[in-house]
């Protein structure tokens, strides 16, 4: 249940004025009637107004115990609050830490923690948000960007926190096959091919032709030589993780939002009219 700790403060608030004002008025009448009684002769009446005001004061208690009951309630909600929002804090802050002891050799900046103790938790992110890492990349995403180069005169530059695809075991063995047969297995070409395939994966022309994801992309009819069907064509004997280390990790990286190019299209090195956008001497040729 999501609780607005302000409103919550601000209800206490209000129910703590309203104690002491109904407190107020009932020991106000109890007084009146105390005196009224003083000036009357009248045993009966006395008794009538004794009974009034014993009456009163069981009202008194049973206002007071519940509402003693809610700001307690209350003040409880509020610690628990406190609590969780300190300790939320408190792992967010190990967290970073953690990222920045793994990563901070590589030169990347993932979060800045200076305000980490003021930031407004109030609102948590949404369950569906968070992913697990798969086996096959959870050692491998963002370890180390320096084996990319990037070539900005030829369109390659390489980039984080792109589109990622959480995929199944089989379609990530395709996509390792597939870039392997389809680069010179370098690290930069393996990262191009796997770019390309991934980018058409966000472009709307590309997905309404052959869907959102690298799958569906890869063994659409005619879109990769290397892929002539399940388990025909060049990609096949790459198959089964028989792949350099290479290409695994440039397919990983990319999965996971790593790109070094915007490009939809590549033709092989030998396709000299493509173009000349090539991020290494013997890779493909990209636009």
Known sequence: MYINITELLRLKGILNDTHGSIRDNLSGISSEISSINGNLDSSSLSRANGDMLEKISALSNII?????????????????????????????YNLVNTISETFGAGGIILLDTANINNADTSEAVPEDTISEVSPEVENSSFADLSVYHSNPEKGFVVTTGNPTFDVSYEDRDLMYAVAAAESDKSYDDALAVSSVILNRCSNPNWVRSF?????????????????????????????????????????????????????????????????????????????
Do not use: H, W
């Open 64 to 92: 007071d115990v519940n509402l003693d009951k809610l700001i307690a309630f209350l003040g409880e909600q509020i610690d628990k609050y406190q609590v969780t929002n300190d300790e939320a804090k408190t792992e967010l």
């Open 211 to 287: 869907g959102p994801t690298p799958k569906g992309q890869i063994t659409g009819k005619g879109q990769f030589s290397v892929y002539k069907g399940p388990g025909v064509g060049a990609y096949a004997k790459y198959t089964g993780g028989n792949v350099p280390e290479t290409v695994k990790k440039a397919v990983d990286d990319a999965l996971n939002g790593v790109r070094n190019c915007s490009y939809m299209s590549f033709r092989s090195n030998s396709s000299t009219k493509f173009g000349n956008n090539m991020i290494t001497a013997s890779g493909n040729r990209y636009r």
